[in-house]
């Protein structure tokens, strides 16, 4: 097990008609609020009209940014940077899902950088400062609600970037499961698999000596296979709902890498291919997962084999690790496959086209991924493979 520190000041407040508590959580930080939110959902299940008689309870004066894409836009960052400026903004408030807190964040830094937000995601600036945040979230799925990053796309030059810092950690976050019962199913489906697919990058891991850290991961993939399901048969499973929404959670707030070195090669392939094409996270990362894993599992086969053994429950006797380690691998494209995920680009209108240039732009900084180092040809046949 490696050293490593542990952070994390976000205000997790969890559970049914938690947002009556909003209107207190916020007050502390001003009264000049941003709304930040997507393409009306709120609106139509009336969370909007909840949290505006919130926000007016404590004499708040809002103003709004809606809009904000599934694949978060750095033209809509600016926007809200502008009205932070114009307007005198004390406190961003993000109401949606983890597209809309990454925008917020976003605006949150940028709004403190005389430069573009964009260097943030390029290594041109650090973010030195930022505004308060909160959040109400919609949807189990990114984490982005109980940690420091944001990922964002500039869809001019057809690239998507991450950005972090301990500055843009949300102050506080709304988690009521309710608030899901209506997302639809291939969200809900593209959030499953958006989870999952954090604990495999902390997971697969060459760092020895983390039984701690291994037993989390698979508790919180356990639990998702076992309430994703549910989620989907019944969307008003308030256990189903509230067990996958606090596994998004969990997933990304900073419980499973302590100790041990992570991966986050798919993400970076993923991007590029979102980046382009404008599809879900979750679909695209449902494609190429069992993928990467197909090209990387002789790494550390062993590792494989636990996890085909603990989480998919495949019984090892008369196996050898590579033949536990491929069953896994298949057990977790079934899973997809089973709950609606695509598994192959094509399904999505995707072809080779552009294979050159996204295994260019994922490695643009050097090789990418831990587990098993990727260069631009292993990049490009994972691709190829997803097809």
Known sequence: ??????????????GKDTVSKLGSLVEPYGKKILLVYGGGSIKKSGLYDRVLSELAAIGATVHELPGVEPNPRL???????DIVRAEGIEFILAVGG??????????????????DPWDFTIGKARIEDALPLGTVLTLAATGSEMNGNA???????????????????????????????????????????????????????????????SRFAESV?????????????????????ANLL???????????????????????????????????????????????????????????????????????????????????IQATRDYFTRIGAPATLGELGIGAEQLDRMADEAVQFGPIGSFKKLEKADVKRILEMSL
């Open 246 to 328: 606090l596994a998004g959670t969990y997933a990304l707030n900073g419980t499973l890498p302590n100790g041990v070195v992570t991966d986050w090669a798919t993400h970076g392939i993923e991007h590029e291919v979102s980046a382009i094409y404008d599809i879900a996270h979750g679909a695209g990362l449902a494609i190429i997962f069992p993928n990467w894993m197909k090209y990387v599992y002789d790494a550390k086969p062993e590792r494989f084999a636990q996890f085909a053994e603990r989480v998919w429950g495949i019984d090892p006797a008369g196996k050898s690790s590579e033949e536990l380690a491929l069953a896994g």
């Open 151 to 213: 990922v964002i796309s500039n869809w001019e030059t057809k690239q998507k970037r991450g950005l972090g810092s301990k500055l843009v950690y949300p102050r506080f976050s709304i988690l009521d499961p309710q608030l899901t019962y209506s997302v639809p199913r291939d969200q809900t489906v593209n959030g499953i698999v958006d989870i999952m697919s954090h604990v495999f990058e902390q997971y697969f891991t060459l760092t020895d000596g983390v039984p701690l850290q």
């Open 1 to 14: 097990m490696n050293n490593f520190e542990l952070y994390n000041p976000t205000k997790l407040v969890f």
């Open 75 to 81: 033209s809509t960052v600016h926007k809200g940077v």
């Open 98 to 115: 983890g597209s809309v807190i990454d925008a917020a964040k976003a605006v949150a830094a940028g709004a403190k950088y005389a430069g």
């Open 221 to 241: 993939l356990l639990t998702v296979i076992e309430n994703g399901e549910k989620a989907l048969a019944n969307g008003e499973d308030y256990e189903a709902r």
